[in-house]
């Protein structure tokens, strides 16, 4: 029977029916017997059953209001029947518990004389203990309503439900190994945990980054340099004092080189194995313990307190070892992880051999995210593959997003290395936790890519501040993550719409509102988040909008309880966020671009405003969001107008309007005797790909160099600008127009002001326009001879020329027919880009300059020239 029809019944016969409810034909029990509950343990129930028949009693009151107890004998009542200790063995079988994976949980009632309960039971067991506690939970959420929506704010509904429905659940989650940041007990302490069903005793993760705390390099550096990477020819690891992580200052100051160990070599396997075997020993030897150099293995490489699971596992950053014995091997695997994975699988053999029990841990993460070609990890090998360098504003399987393309074809081939296969995810944006980060969309299907993909477990990094408020809907990301993470089959919307009509009231249609015009902006503009991202999707137009459907959700809540109406105000701060930082609307206005910011509180308001919801920094950790803010807009609120000189260079045949304050970006290049515009970015500045700057080139994201260029030199056909990087490297452009042709020269100048070698890692990207949403034909040449490169034209394709030989890359545009040239000398581009959209709205080729990427000497200077020019001819026709 329906609910709704016991309601009606419930209405006709009154309370006949409530004295008859355990009997009722449709129901399972009637409000009326909630009172005659009794918990039942077995005898030798364990302390987590036991917690799970307290949490039972406890979540009954809170339900129904009624008080009841637990013993080990059941009452003439309903019987609830906690954990594989208080059924008999017949039931165990009956319910197939054994057959339940992970922590998998059964819930299941009984009629009063069926498979021998004298009076109605309900079964609440998992295969553990600890599925038997999640069973509880899910119970009540489930059948009872209730919600932990925050560590401080749990819903229970008013009134209990009138009846309840016979119940035959089973269900296991796939994923033994579920985290998140956001659950750290810190953050949330452990009740939290445990609802959200987090392990509640062990800590959070596995350790990471661990190769410096299992072979100190302070200690064995000078004796062996053998056993540490070989980075640019020579052996490098930081000898003067340990460097804890990518932002340590010691880094930053220049005081240590980093790399990592040198895995081919046999001696330091043999090395980290003995470690481990001899912490496994004497893990309970005070004396042991005492010597601070082994509580760093502990706490740094296992912090995993069941001693079962080491984390062996590289360096937070680059510098894997290139020795020749290295180099071979990850050549023949066609990646780094060859040489890193032998040194993995001889610890794991020669650990698995004294203890077959215990698995070994590493990353497969930046340089190691491509699997090998013919190795595969041991079975005690446990693989944690790492999602950072990829795009979190669209699912990984996403097949529109070719970033994610990588992620998925590694995630496959990892998936059919191993068995052991887990994932290390990011699902905020470590820039600043205060910026809009419209990711609630990839959260569930990431996690059923996941698990389709046969991970046995996921870690979810978020926030590594505690406890996170509630600023940017942190909670509601926490829930929805707690939620797939459990059952990546989860309907998100649903829980989305559950969890605002619930926390926002009256607000919660505009606080879904705001999610979808985030959401659909991100796609709509193809941006690309990544986990650390200056979001410069965000501009003037989004904020406005934003901020209007703020007002109303504001609005609806005027008259609602303070914690509500406060719960929309921190909702509300990214986009007050985002007015200060957002990027601005341009006008052209004669020789001056006008930038236009939106309305938006002053500085010291925003951060009063800010630390009024708790938030703080977290040094040294990344999440530091009010310095973060201020050094990002250098402790000044920028203006609300700014006008930004512009340099035009323009003769009879092309128009070029440069930007130097804003990045150097080239925002129109205007063919004027072809009648075609290569550049418009003047038209929708920056929200779509039609511009011209320079980035930083770490595959597959960059960030732009500078801020802003200087104007160093001006002619009437001829621009220089010149910016300098953090990283030391002086970038020069200069720009040239041909007096009798539409020709455009352009020179690329990198030099390196440090002393140091240094890996250039810049390229200049022009997003040309293809002329409409057709597909361009583009076309190499070699020797004087042209050959086609995309037969046929798909719809977007992206391709790096290894070869030095290539004199020039052409780009036919057939509906407009013209062809878009450039020229340039064999081998200063090395490698050689092209990519292109081609369809609505992106309209995008890229012939990029990438001057060559091997390593420049300090002082040296090396420049790449392109010559651009637009032609009618056919690129067989050129010569
Ligand atoms: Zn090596």
Not at 13 to 21: D, E, N, T, Y
Not at 625 to 645: N, Q, T
Not at 747 to 770: A, I, Q
Request: with cysteine; proline share 7%.
């Amino acid at each position: 029977m329906t609910r709704m029809g016991t309601l009606i019944l419930m209405g006709v016969l009154g309370s006949a029916v409530a004295a008859a409810a355990v009997e009722s034909d449709g129901a399972w029990v009637e409000r009326a017997s909630y009172g005659t509950f009794h918990v039942v343990v077995g005898d030798n129930a364990g302390n987590t059953e036991r917690l799970a028949a307290s949490e039972f009693v406890r979540l009954w009151k809170d339900t129904t209001g009624e008080t009841i107890n637990t013993s080990m004998s059941p009452t003439d009542g309903v019987n609830v029947w906690i954990g594989r200790s208080a059924v008999s063995a017949l039931l165990i079988g009956q319910l197939r518990l054994d057959d339940l994976e992970n922590d998998g949980i059964r819930i299941r009632t009984f009629r009063s004389g069926a498979e021998g309960f004298d009076t109605a039971a309900l079964v609440l067991s998992g295969r553990t203990e600890r599925g038997t506690l999640y069973g509880v939970y899910d119970f009540f959420e489930r059948y009872m309503g209730v919600r932990w929506l925050t560590p401080k704010v749990t819903h229970v509904p008013k009134t209990p439900p009138e009846s309840l429905a016979m119940i035959d659940y089973r269900y296991s989650p796939p994923f033994w190994y579920r985290e998140c940041t956001y659950f750290s007990r810190a953050s949330c302490g452990p009740e939290f945990r445990r609802v959200h069903k987090f392990e509640d005793h062990w800590p959070i993760a596995f350790g990471g980054h661990t190769l410096y705390d299992l072979l100190p390099p302070e200690k064995y550096f000078a004796e062996h340099p053998e056993w540490y990477a070989e980075v640019g020819g020579e052996r490098v690891a930081p000898t003067e004092g340990r460097v804890r992580g990518p932002i340590d200052p010691l880094i930053a100051e220049g005081k240590a080189k980093v790399g990592q160990l040198c895995g081919s070599n046999p001696e330091v396997a043999e090395q980290i194995a003995a470690r481990i075997i001899e912490c496994t020993e004497r893990r309970k030897d005070p004396e042991f313990i005492k010597v601070r150099e082994n509580q760093i293995v502990f706490s740094g490489a296992s912090p995993h307190p069941s001693g079962k699971i080491w984390s062996v596992s590289q360096m937070d950053w680059f510098g894997n070892c290139t020795c020749d014995a290295c180099a071979a091997i990850d050549k023949r695997e066609g990646s780094p992880m060859g040489s890193l994975l032998t040194m993995i699988n001889r610890i794991a053999d020669i650990v698995g051999e004294r203890y077959p029990d215990i698995k070994i841990h590493t990353f497969a993460y930046l340089y190691s995210v491509p699997a090998p070609k013919h190795l595969k990890p041991r079975d005690n090998v446990l693989v944690q593959l790492c999602s950072i360098q990829f795009n979190f504003a669209r699912p990984f399987a996403d097949p529109d997003c070719a970033i994610n393309w990588v992620f998925m074809e590694n995630l496959r081939k990892w998936a059919k290395k191993t068995d052991n296969l887990i994932i290390y995810d990011y699902i905020v944006n470590f820039s600043n936790s205060l910026r809009p980060h419209p990711n609630l969309h990839v959260i569930q299907p990431n996690l059923k890519t996941f698990m389709e993909n046969h991970a046995k477990g996921v870690y979810e990094q978020s926030s590594e501040g505690a406890p996170t408020p509630d600023i940017g809907m942190h909670h509601l990301r926490a829930y929805l993550t707690a939620k797939c993470l459990w059952n990546p089959d989860s309907d998100s919307e649903a829980i989305i719409r559950d969890f605002t009509d619930l926390y926002y009231g009256d607000a919660a249609p505009y606080i879904r509102e705001y999610i979808a015009l985030m959401r659909d902006t991100v796609l709509e503009k193809d941006a690309i988040i990544a986990w650390y991202s200056l979001a410069e999707w965000i501009d003037y137009d989004l904020v406005v909008a934003a901020e209007a459907i703020f007002q109303k959700a504001l609005a609806a809540v005027a008259d609602a309880p303070e914690e509500i109406r406060n719960r929309v105000a921190a909702a509300h701060v990214p986009v007050r966020f985002a007015a200060i930082a957002c990027r601005p609307r341009f006008e052209r206005q004669g020789e001056m671009l006008v930038a236009l910011r939106p309305p938006c509180l002053r500085l010291e308001e925003f951060i009063d405003l800010v630390k009024g919801f708790g938030v703080k920094d977290y040094p040294p950790t990344l999440d530091v969001p009010i310095s973060g803010l201020l050094k990002e807009i250098d402790d000044v609120l920028p203006a609300r107008r700014e006008e930004v000189g512009l340099e035009v260079l323009e003769n009879d045949r092309v128009a070029l309007w440069i930007a130097p304050e804003w990045r150097g970006a080239v925002l129109r290049w205007r063919v004027k005797d072809h009648d075609a515009e290569l550049l418009r970015g003047y038209e929708h500045y920056g929200a779509l790909p039609t511009i011209w700057r320079e980035y930083t080139h770490t595959p597959p994201i960059g960030q732009p160099i500078a801020d802003s260029f200087r104007l160093i030199e001006r002619a009437s056909n001829s621009v220089v600008l010149e910016a300098e990087m953090d990283s030391g490297l002086a970038v020069q452009k200069h720009y040239i127009l041909a007096p009798e042709s539409n020709e455009l020269t352009f020179t690329l100048t990198l030099h390196n002001g440090t002393d140091e070698p240094m890996v250039p890692l810049v390229k200049s990207v022009p997003e040309f326009y293809t002329q409409g949403p057709v597909h361009p034909e583009i076309w190499t040449q070699v020797g004087g001879e042209w050959s086609r490169q995309n037969v046929p034209a798909e719809p977007s394709r992206l391709e790096i020329l290894d070869e030095a030989e290539y004199t020039a890359l052409a780009a036919r545009f057939p509906k407009a027919k013209l062809t878009l040239v450039s020229t340039f000398t064999p081998g200063e581009m090395q490698p050689l880009l092209w990519a292109y959209r081609s369809e609505d709205p992106f309209n995008q080729l890229n012939l990029d300059v990438l001057p060559n990427q091997a390593p420049l000497e300090p002082g040296a200077t090396r420049s790449a020239t392109v010559c651009y020019y637009v032609t009618k001819k056919k690129p067989k026709r050129i010569r």
